[in-house]
């Protein structure tokens, strides 16, 4: 079966920055989409960022440049750093993937998902 574990979560302070991993494993994933979701305290599941089929990375709105997501293939893990984290940036990280053709970043989009990884931003 397909699993999807995410790392690299934990406290942290304002201002700081961290990088977060998730390791994909159950089938080859290069023609796929995998991205970056999150989860605030009592909201919904939102889209981050991503890459596509054709691994072009794509970026909800309200990233406005503090995110970023990179991958290495070779080792079937998506990468997502993010900088001057907030403390309106805690929340699960939950890393998803698409297998089907096609690509889209709504929650229900996705076929599969890890079990998320906490970020909690200190003021």
């Known amino acids: 079966q397909v699993q999807l574990v995410e790392s690299g979560g934990g406290l942290v302070q304002a201002g700081g920055s961290l990088n977060l991993s998730c390791a994909a494993s159950?089938?080859?994933?290069?023609?796929?989409?995998m991205g970056w979701f999150r989860q605030l305290p009592g909201e919904e599941r939102e889209f981050i960022t991503g890459f596509s089929w054709s691994r072009t990375a794509h970026y909800a709105g309200f990233v406005k440049g503090r995110f970023t997501i990179s991958r290495d293939n070779a080792k079937n893990t998506v990468y997502l750093h993010i900088k001057y984290l907030k403390p309106e940036d805690t929340a699960v990280y939950y890393c998803a993937v698409r297998i089907r053709s096609g690509t889209r970043w709504s929650e229900l989009d996705m076929d599969y998902w890890g079990k998320g990884t906490l970020v909690t931003v200190s003021s």
């Open positions: 159950g089938r080859p994933f290069t023609n796929c989409a």
